[in-house]
């Protein structure tokens, strides 16, 4: 295995507000290789979008604190880039997409302005060549009639349509990574299934690694090659994709996947991981999923090691450090 | 948007007569009449002068006459102050006056407002900030008879770089409209600041952002337009009674304006000029509420007028 195209180590993240410090992410280490799809998964506030938005340098400061770690991309640490530098790679090399295709372009420009910047200033296009690659983009993403369309407003577009804009957008420069952050959450789910499909039939035609924030298992589970699974600020397991759904080690992860629905099976009530998501300004000292574990026991008050529990796949639980040591 | 422009205008005409009866008869109301001076006239010349201005007949049949000289002939009347000039004279005198302070009034606050805003919002919660909006609240609370006097005191009493009052030459322009700016200045500032601030943590930037462009490149591109609108709403009304004159700052100044002569007339209860004035103004209001309105729509596309 050569260097990954993205390492993420030790990222800290904090918010400072009223209430005190509030550990968004704490310590979150991956890596992705190029080409790949990594799936980040958690409830809403585990951290998963300001990893996504450390990683392009886009936390509002204040009141947030990108504190201390390294992001290793392509061997530089984005982290020591001098805002220019780092203007440079983003939209270029990492691009990105948002949840709420709605609010997420600007209502007040034209789709043809909105893509043709991005070229103009990434790859030098003059006006004449821009627009002719922004039109391409618009076809590849699949928007009819895109010569004509392309000089509507985002309000004259529907929101799938606006999130196929987006992806456009975002892989007019050819990025070698995308970071999807919750692409698909506020779309109806029929344009779900197709925007998915999209992103997924890109990916494999230009060769983009991905990041694929969610918080939907089902979405991973189609897409992804590796997931990690985050909660409090911190990855409490990540795998390979068929190691997770097959042997899920933590016990956060077994609540996400016993609370999915079954088609093929018929339940009386969906389970649900019981107790509610924790205060991120007052986080226990040990795991902090210990007041919502079935499992919870006295080494819990600890902070839990991260082992490995299979063939790269590593659990952040005692329940999995006793288990291992009893092998 | 033509069909648009074109029914508004047609909708102001019933509004335009409403507002002139109310005046009309609001000024009748208030007690005394136009040529009652210390110095008394004989009660025969009185009667001669109310018989010549139709203020002998009957309140209503006073209030049909004039009407039907505005609707028909678009004739505001005599004066009854200035007994040789017709409140077409009187307008067309004050009016120019007023419009050029008003008007230099409007845009001092514009460009000095955004650019304090901008700059304020640009550094939320810095000192700059938080002393640009200071002296914006000052601004706001400080009256224009006190400012008036004071911006005298120092720039034309002490210092000698302005003159202190009357009209004249573009020199005598530079008090009165600092002193009527400054409100307007203060407000334009704070609705920047909050519009731009606002714009500034929405979506839209960020993605701007997350595409590389260079800050600057998003304010003036992705963001200033969408913060604009805040000013321009407020900008409609603002300009309509700046340059419809303005009383106490052209009274402080002796601005021969139309706010001048607006209260000269109501003291003389010339009720004509009165309601010239009011009629004036309203027009000015009705037009520049238009045309926020059609700024808008270039502005804004989601919005458009069928």
């Given at each position: 295995m050569g260097t990954p195209l993205l390492s993420v180590r030790n990222l800290q993240t904090s918010f400072f507000t009223r209430e005190g410090e509030v550990?968004?992410?704490?310590d979150v280490s991956f890596d992705l290789e190029a080409g790949q799809t990594l799936g980040i998964v958690g409830e809403s506030g585990s951290g998963k979008s300001v990893t996504s938005l450390s990683i392009m340098r886009l936390i509002p400061t204040p009141p947030g604190r990108i504190k201390g770690g390294q992001v290793l991309f392509g061997g530089q640490d984005?982290?020591?880039?001098s805002d220019r530098q780092m203007r440079a790679i983003r939209g270029k090399r990492i691009a990105m997409i948002f949840q709420d295709p709605m609010s997420s372009?600007?209502?007040?420009?034209?789709i043809a302005r909105q893509l043709t910047e991005i070229s103009e200033l990434h790859?030098?296009?003059d006006r004449r060549a821009a627009r002719r690659r922004a039109i391409e983009m618009l076809e590849l993403v699949g928007i009819p009639d895109a010569a004509r369309r392309i000089?509507?407003?985002?309000?004259?577009?529907?929101g799938g349509m606006r999130q196929r804009v987006m992806i456009a957008m975002a892989l007019s420069c050819d990025p070698q990574l995308l970071i999807a952050d919750?692409?698909?959450?506020?779309?109806?789910v029929t344009i779900q299934a197709q925007i998915l499909e999209l992103i997924k039939d890109l990916r494999e035609r230009l060769g983009t690694a991905v990041i694929l924030i969610t918080h939907d298992l089902g979405v991973v589970a189609g897409m992804a090659d590796r997931v990690a699974v985050m909660y409090a600020g911190k990855i409490v397991e990540s795998a390979p994709t068929d190691s997770l759904f097959a042997r899920p080690a933590h016990p956060y992860t077994q609540g996400l996947l016993r609370s999915m629905p079954d088609p093929l099976q018929e339940v009386a009530e969906l389970y649900q991981i019981p107790?509610?998501?924790?205060d991120m300004t007052r986080?226990?000292?040990?795991?902090?999923f210990a007041p919502r574990?079935?499992?919870?026991?006295?080494?819990?008050s600890q902070p839990p090691e991260t082992v490995a529990v299979g063939a790269a796949h590593r659990s952040a639980c005692w329940l999995n450090v006793r288990s291992e040591t009893r092998a | 948007m033509l069909k648009f422009v074109l029914r508004r205008l047609l909708l102001a005409i019933p509004v335009l007569l409403v507002v002139v009866t109310i005046s009309f008869f609001l000024v009748r109301l208030?007690?005394?009449?136009?040529?009652?001076?210390?110095?008394a006239y004989p009660p025969a010349v009185i009667e001669k002068l109310n018989a010549k201005y139709g203020l002998d007949k009957p309140l209503h049949e006073q209030y049909f006459n004039y009407m039907q000289r505005v609707i028909l002939h678009l004739d505001l009347g005599p004066s009854t102050r200035y007994l040789d000039r017709t409140v077409g004279d009187v307008i067309a005198q004050g009016l120019p006056n007023s419009m050029l302070l008003g008007g230099t009034a409007y845009l001092t606050a514009l460009v000095l407002g955004m650019a304090a805003g901008i700059i304020a919002a640009l550094r939320q919660n810095s000192g700059v900030d938080y002393g640009a909006m200071a002296v914006a609240v000052l601004g706001v609370s400080i009256p224009n008879f006190v400012l008036g006097p004071l911006l005298v005191i120092v720039?034309?009493?002490?210092?000698?770089?302005?003159?202190p009052a009357r009209w004249?030459?573009?020199?005598?322009?530079i008090l009165p409209a600092l002193t009527l700016s400054a409100l307007y200045t203060a407000y334009i500032a704070r609705l920047t600041r909050s519009g731009l601030v606002e714009v500034l943590r929405s979506d839209y930037i960020r993605t701007a952002r997350a595409k590389g462009l260079r800050e600057s490149v998003v304010l003036l591109r992705h963001a200033l337009r969408g913060s604009l609108l805040p000013v321009v709403s407020y900008s409609g009304p603002a300009l309509a009674f700046l340059l419809g004159g303005t009383i106490v700052v052209e009274k402080l100044f002796l601005i021969p304006g139309l706010g001048n002569f607006f209260i000269e007339a109501a003291n003389a209860r010339d009720s004509f000029i009165v309601v010239g004035v009011t009629l004036v103004v309203a027009t000015l209001l009705i037009v520049l509420n238009l045309v926020v309105d059609i700024v808008y729509a270039l502005i804004d596309p989601r919005i458009a007028y069928k």
């Open positions: 550990r968004s992410v704490d984005l982290l020591k880039l372009l600007n209502p007040f420009l034209r790859l030098g296009l000089d509507d407003y985002p309000h004259q577009f529907s919750e692409p698909t959450t506020a779309l109806d107790g509610l998501p924790p986080l226990p000292p040990g795991c902090a574990c079935p499992h919870a026991a006295e080494p819990c | 208030a007690p005394g009449g136009p040529f009652m001076e210390e110095r720039l034309s009493l002490t210092l000698y770089w302005l003159p004249g030459d573009l020199s005598h322009l």
